[in-house]
């Protein structure tokens, strides 16, 4: 895709699932990655996968925390020179069940997982880099944050937060650096594994695509909305879903 060769990308929660997805699409167009996630073996075993340290820094820590933050755009810029794209993907979703039952400081942890350590990361390579010399942004978010999302509400919630952050950023940061999101609904990963397996063809029936998402889908897409060839697009949310919310609730 025009305009992703030789460019930097910073991949938060990117040692497996779709976050490894995006750094493997960019990889594959051209790009050098710095992919973060809490457990150093799986990052290391990431590195490798995505063709070793020419093309791939791995970078553990949390990304709720400012010294890992810090740390990560600093050697990305180190290393590779500049901090041109960002993927907003660390996300979390410990509880399942009626909002009148969430624990408020679970409900809190959600919350500044999934929104604002995206807006500190933004924050961070902004400062660093995109705030002189461009950029794009694309963070994940999720289509319980376009319908309702029984029992993972809060979920849902938060990934509304995060459509509603991207299109502030978008409006105040551009023209040098674009914004946008996208919303999956189910996609095959350890993440989602409760949602599909032992019983995969059911799970996709509703779908008019009859089936769910897999790690590519998200990985091409997220590479386009970075690229160059979206240049005149930010501030979106593209809902990448197989059609499940045309037909309504699930």
């Known amino acids: 895709m025009k305009g992703l060769a030789g460019k930097v990308a910073i991949l938060t929660g990117a040692s497996r699932g779709i976050g490894f997805g995006i750094a493997r699409r960019l990889v594959d167009e051209g790009a050098r990655v710095v992919v973060t996630a809490r457990k150093a073996e799986a990052l290391a075993e990431a590195v490798e996968a995505l063709g070793g340290a020419d093309v791939a820094l791995g970078v553990p820590g949390n990304a709720g925390d400012p010294e890992h933050r810090a740390a990560t755009v600093a050697q990305a810029v180190e290393t590779f020179g500049s901090v ?7 996300g979390i979703n410990p509880a399942f069940g009626p909002l009148m039952e969430l624990d408020l400081d679970v409900a809190r942890k959600i919350m500044d997982v999934n929104v604002v350590a995206a807006l500190a990361w933004t924050q961070e390579c902004h400062r660093a880099w995109m705030g002189e010399h461009g950029g794009s942004v694309v963070n994940i978010s999720s289509v319980s944050g376009v319908q309702v999302a029984p029992f993972i509400a809060f979920y849902g ?8 952050l991207t299109e ?10 674009r914004v946008n999101a996208i919303a999956p609904a189910v996609v095959k990963t350890k993440f989602a594994e409760m949602l599909y397996v032992g019983r ?7 779908y008019p ?6 790690i ?12 160059d060839e979206a240049s005149w697009l930010t501030g979106q949310t593209v809902v990448a879903d197989g059609g499940i919310t045309l037909q309504g609730v699930h």
Do not use: Y
């Open 84 to 90: 041109d794209l960002l993927v907003n993907n660390t």
């Open 157 to 164: 919630a938060s990934k509304a937060a995060m459509i509603s």
């Open 168 to 177: 502030s950023l978008a409006q105040e940061l551009g023209p040098g650096i």
């Open 200 to 206: 995969e063809e059911e799970a996709s029936a509703a």
């Open 209 to 214: 695509l009859k089936r769910l998402g897999e």
């Open 216 to 227: 590519e889908d998200i990985g091409a897409l997220a590479a386009f909305l970075l690229s």
